[in-house]
């Protein structure tokens, strides 16, 4: 392959719009990240079944949407609640079991993550799914150089949305006063009378909520099948750890950024191409801030 066919001629069209799609890939990696980020920042879990609470928002959207007739944009809600759902038996069943045992609560949500790649690939099998968007998204909007799908900016609308109700729940309600409590010190918060063990468990639900939430609108992106949280899990994992664990404006800020660097890449190469730099470069960063963009001073759990 020649050097001409690798790499395309910069052309300020073109450029301005792969910085628009940078924006709506950043808000893919954002939604899959906040719960992501608020499970770990205040329970100090790293989840590996994350990516399946996407896939089971997808599958949950897809079988509102396919055998009872539910609108695409009531199935969004709806699927929050579902694996919100799931994801408080799972912290109520296992998770909870296996607080400050951070290598078994590894191997339990990777095993937790398999079995339930195999129950929906059982039930519904492993062919590739379609969920229907509503057709006002499926067109396009044109302004000046840009071009974006309307369904991309509803992604990146729900996103924003998304991000300041969860920061107003945390940081404006009493709610998420405990759980910045819990999150600081779990000793002294349960000394004043916080119910740690129903923190935690509606901590991992709504970080449950938020991952069923992100599948519902990326089924109708990409297909839905049995194994796809894997295509999230690495990149949300990139938002939490560079942004700073537990920050909520540090995985706002570091999925913006990531998703602008990948985008840029990916226009001048390709996407494979694109990955292997991003991936390079937040080792690099990695290596001289650990802590991350906006470290959160995390108490003992």
């Given at each position: 392959?020649?050097?001409d066919?690798?790499?395309?001629a910069?052309?300020?069209?073109?450029?301005m719009?792969?910085?628009?799609?940078g924006?709506?890939?950043?808000?893919?990696?954002?939604?899959?990240a906040?719960?992501?980020a608020?499970?770990?920042?205040?329970?100090?879990?790293?989840?590996?079944?994350?990516?399946?609470?996407?896939?089971?928002?997808?599958?949950s959207?897809?079988?509102?949407?396919?055998?009872?007739?539910?609108p695409?944009?009531?199935?969004i809600p709806?699927?929050?609640?579902?694996?919100a759902?799931?994801?408080?038996?799972?912290e109520?069943?296992?998770?909870r079991?296996?607080y400050?045992r951070?290598?078994d609560?590894?191997?339990?949500?990777?095993?937790?993550?398999?079995?339930?790649?195999?129950t929906v690939?059982?039930i519904?099998?492993?062919?590739p799914?379609?969920?229907a968007s509503?057709?006002?998204?499926?067109?396009s909007?044109?302004f000046w150089v840009f071009?974006?799908?309307l369904?991309?900016?509803?992604?990146?609308?729900v996103?924003l949305?998304t991000?300041?109700?969860?920061?107003?729940l945390?940081?404006?309600?009493?709610?998420?006063?405990?759980?910045?409590?819990?999150?600081?010190?779990?000793?002294i918060?349960?000394?004043?009378?916080?119910d740690?063990g129903r923190?935690y468990?509606?901590?991992f639900?709504?970080?449950a909520?938020l991952?069923?939430?992100?599948?519902?609108?990326?089924?109708?992106?990409?297909?839905?099948?049995?194994d796809m949280?894997?295509?999230?899990?690495?990149?949300?994992?990139?938002v939490?750890?560079?942004?700073?664990?537990?920050?909520?404006?540090?995985?706002?800020?570091?999925?913006v950024?990531?998703?602008?660097?990948?985008?840029?890449?990916?226009?001048?190469?390709?996407?494979?191409?694109a990955?292997?730099?991003?991936f390079l470069?937040?080792?690099?960063f990695l290596r001289?801030?650990?802590?991350?963009?906006?470290?959160?001073?995390?108490?003992?759990?």
């Open positions: 392959m020649s050097v066919h690798f790499w395309t910069f052309a300020f069209g073109p450029f719009n792969a910085l628009l799609i924006l709506s890939v950043a808000s893919i990696w954002l939604i899959a906040l719960g992501l608020i499970v770990y920042g205040t329970m100090g879990v790293i989840n590996m079944a994350h990516g399946e609470f996407v896939m089971l928002g997808a599958y959207a897809f079988v509102l949407e396919r055998y009872l007739g539910v695409f944009l009531a199935c709806c699927a929050f609640v579902i694996v759902a799931i994801g408080a038996v799972i109520l069943g296992l998770v079991y296996l400050r951070p290598l609560t590894l191997l339990a949500t990777w095993g937790l993550s398999l079995v339930l790649i195999q690939r059982l519904l099998g492993p062919e799914k379609n969920i509503p057709e006002f998204l499926n067109s909007v044109q071009s974006l799908s369904f991309r900016l509803f992604v990146i609308a996103t949305a991000f300041a109700g969860t920061w107003w945390m940081h404006r309600t009493r709610v998420g006063l405990m759980v910045r409590a819990v999150m600081q010190n779990k000793e918060a349960s000394a004043h009378g916080i740690t923190v468990t509606l901590t639900a709504y970080g909520g991952a069923g939430l992100a599948g519902a609108m990326f089924g109708a992106i990409k297909n839905v099948f049995p949280g894997s295509g999230y899990i690495v990149e949300a994992f990139l939490v750890v560079v942004g700073g664990v537990g920050s909520l404006i540090g995985s706002l800020v570091s999925a950024g990531l998703g602008e660097i990948y985008s840029v890449f990916a226009y001048f190469t390709n996407g494979t191409f990955k292997f730099w991003l470069l937040v080792v690099v001289f801030r650990p802590q991350g963009l906006f470290a959160e001073s995390l108490g003992r759990r």
